[in-house]
């Protein structure tokens, strides 16, 4: 690894220029360096997120068990000015519900199996995409204020990701019932 540097010849000015390659091999160790610094922290969480798919699969009814209630507790933090807070806390919930099916029955038996690079990428990106989608209709939810609508557009949620769902898990071996069953109990 090198640098190109200006030969002054004849002169800043003048009308051809001349480079010249100067092999320097400081700076290509300079560069893995710095590269090594700064995948250590994708390091760090690739090493956590495969540490809590393998909590998550050892205790799939606690961490089902806390996922619902920490859903039933925003439901009714959420719509606790609104009157019908049966109907907005079941939203809630069933608003959530399209995550904890993809970590359940697609994500944690991927990271299980085989914690890779493609894996772990294919982890936070589905899980990115289904927070999103959740936050976009609760914040939907919220602008149209009433619990009943917010229920319709949950289920539809649940509906349209249940689908996606499905024709994920069929196109992955990892996924069969077989395996799961092996991975969760």
Known sequence: MGIFLR???FGPDAPIQTYRYYSDDSLA???IILLFIVSIPFLFMFLMLQKFCQFYASHLILCVLVYLAVSVAAGIFIYRKSRPIIIGAAAIVINF????NLLTFYCIPLMVTE???????????T???CVGAEIFVVALSKIMRNSVK???LS????AVAALLLIFMTKQTPECTIDNLKEIYF
């Open 7 to 9: 030969n002054d010849i």
């Open 29 to 31: 160790e300079g560069w």
């Open 97 to 100: 519900l399209p995550l904890l």
């Open 115 to 125: 914690a890779n690079f493609d894996n772990t990428l294919e982890f936070v990106l």
């Open 127 to 129: 899980t990115f995409f």
């Open 150 to 152: 917010h229920l319709l």
């Open 155 to 158: 289920i539809g949620l649940f």
